[in-house]
């Protein structure tokens, strides 16, 4: 058993592709890191930043509803750079100088005024009735600020050990996975060898990876989002879940795999045509079977019982012409407290789901943040998307065919310790570690496009007047979710493919003060 155990583990590998692979993938851990750490250390703050303040103050600090342009007196906020008032002049002996009586009552009835007033959230102009007020006393808003910091501090310091202790994981697995696939090659022989030693060697790699998977799930579920008051599932749920994913993932991968294998051994030199042309198709049939059959297994879908809601929202849906046939909720609190909407279908058959989590907003405010989701339909953005996947996909299989089936491919799997393993599903997954940097640039472009999505999205409803009621809904689903409302600039561009709040609700005030304020009639 030793000896044979030793043979399976021997390391046949090493040599320039393999070498440079693994120094690409120490730097760009180092950078990773780096920019953790600069986002830790930004969640260690307990002093709320100005432009942090500005999400409470900023819609304090105007004299004119933004609604219909209606005067009214602002609040005195308080800024913590704020000087303090000054006091009355005094004469030599210390007395306040003489006024007349009249002048002194005058001043009186200033002084009876709340030197701080801060509006509730959701207070009304008197004169037209809109939401324009928001905002918190400064305790309350920093109590919020402080939850947040503590929520984003934690789940940093926990991806800081888990990251680090995958990535010394993942180099452990460059000598591992050669030695369970000749271990999987030579357990069959016969016809569809391959195929059936692929499918033993994945799940072979799927179950080594569960030991170290699972106590991490499990900590950030039970621990972490439990300690924030997020977590609502149970031990049971969680196993439940887990199973599922499991039989799913192995009915999927049973036909999914085999099928890519013969696509690429049997069309000839015009594979990657072929191949991109199923993986096309199987895009939008899990388009089609995700929502209507796998995400049911999961989530209880229901027909919306707000009906004042339902009516509001198919409003919106008919002024702007979006095809909404079906309004649904489900129930996200069954597993978290965070909160969540989407939409999905095809062409003339739209649906739109909302997380029981969301439903108690304020209508406008819910009517904002869909309005933003259309502004995603009116401009496009998940075609667009979609275009840019099929392209991607073509590029990377074109170069797959060209790279590994060339003449560097017996080189690269040699290098990898391979041997001479002429497989599919190893030369496609060298292939993708290989090409790793051209895709981390991708990625990059990829999630700067989606911030310029979500803030032409906001501009949507900003258009359709929706701007005030937005910015009290993100607001609130910020922090309700402790969303980071501290980002680091450079961890935030490279990895956040939403804005920080602090940026969209900017840029929406920005828009505001370009518009500005309604007239009154």
């Known amino acids: 058993m030793i000896e044979w155990l030793a043979d399976k583990l021997s390391w046949t590998g090493g040599g320039p592709w393999l070498y440079g692979y693994v120094v690409f993938s120490i730097v760009m851990q180092f950078i990773e890191q780096y920019l953790n750490v600069r986002q830790w250390r930004r969640n260690c703050t307990t002093t709320v930043p100005d432009e942090v303040l500005d999400i409470n103050t900023k819609d304090q600090n105007h004299s004119h509803c933004k609604a219909c342009g209606a005067e009214y007196k602002s609040p005195n906020v308080k800024r913590k750079d704020e000087p303090a008032p000054l006091e009355a002049k005094k004469d030599g002996d210390g007395a306040a100088e003489d006024k007349p009586e009249e002048a002194k009552k005058d001043e009186d009835a200033k002084d009876e005024k709340p030197k701080e007033k801060w509006v509730p959230p959701g207070e009304s102009c008197a004169n037209c009735g ?129 099928l890519l294998i013969w696509i690429v051994k049997s069309t000839g030199e015009l594979f990657y045509l072929y191949l991109w042309a199923f993986m096309q198709a199987f895009i939008f049939i899990m388009m089609w079977i995700y929502p209507n059959f796998i995400q049911p297994l999961f989530n209880k879908f229901e027909k919306l019982k707000d009906e004042t809601l339902r009516e509001k929202i198919e409003a919106l849906a008919a002024l702007h012409q979006f095809p909404l046939t079906n309004l649904f909720q489900i129930d996200g609190s069954k597993r978290s407290g965070h909160s969540n909407a989407y939409f999905f279908g095809f062409w003339k058959n739209k649906r739109i789901v909302l997380y029981d989590t969301l439903l108690h907003l304020k209508h406008d405010d819910i009517l904002a943040i869909l309005c933003h989701e259309l502004g995603h339909w009116k401009f496009n953005h998940i075609t667009l998307n979609l275009v840019i996947t099929s392209v991607h996909m073509m590029v990377l299989f074109r170069l797959f065919g060209l790279v590994m089936y060339g003449s560097l491919s017996a080189g690269i799997i040699q290098q990898f310790g391979y041997d001479s393993a002429n497989a599919v599903m190893i030369s496609l997954m060298l292939f993708s570690m290989l090409f790793e940097p051209t895709e981390r640039l991708v990625q990059l472009l990829m999630t700067m496009l989606s911030r310029t999505f979500e803030f032409q999205a906001d501009s949507f409803a900003l258009s359709n007047g929706q701007s005030d009621s937005l910015i009290n809904g993100l607001i609130q689903i910020a922090e309700e979710n402790k969303g980071d409302l501290n980002p680091d600039p450079w961890y935030s561009w490279y990895h956040f493919s939403h804005p920080p709040l602090v940026e969209r609700l900017g840029a929406i005030r920005k828009a505001q003060e370009a518009q500005g304020p309604k007239k009154t009639n």
Request: glycine share 6%.
């Open 130 to 258: 809109k939401v324009v007020y928001g905002g918190k006393s400064p305790e309350a808003f920093e109590k919020t600020f402080l939850e947040s910091q503590a929520y984003t501090k934690d789940k940093k310091e926990f991806g800081l050990f888990k990251e680090n202790f995958m990535f010394c994981w993942a180099l452990l697995n460059l000598m591992i996975a050669p030695a369970l696939w000749r271990y999987a090659w030579d357990t069959f022989d016969g016809d569809y060898r391959e195929y059936k030693a692929t499918l033993f060697w994945l799940f072979l790699q799927q179950w080594l990876d569960k030991p170290v998977g699972i106590p991490f799930s499990l900590y950030s579920t039970f621990v972490l989002e439990e300690k924030h008051g997020f977590n609502k599932m149970t031990i049971k749920l969680f196993f439940t879940d887990m199973v599922k994913n499991e039989l799913i993932a192995y009915v999927f991968g049973g036909l999914l795999i085999p």
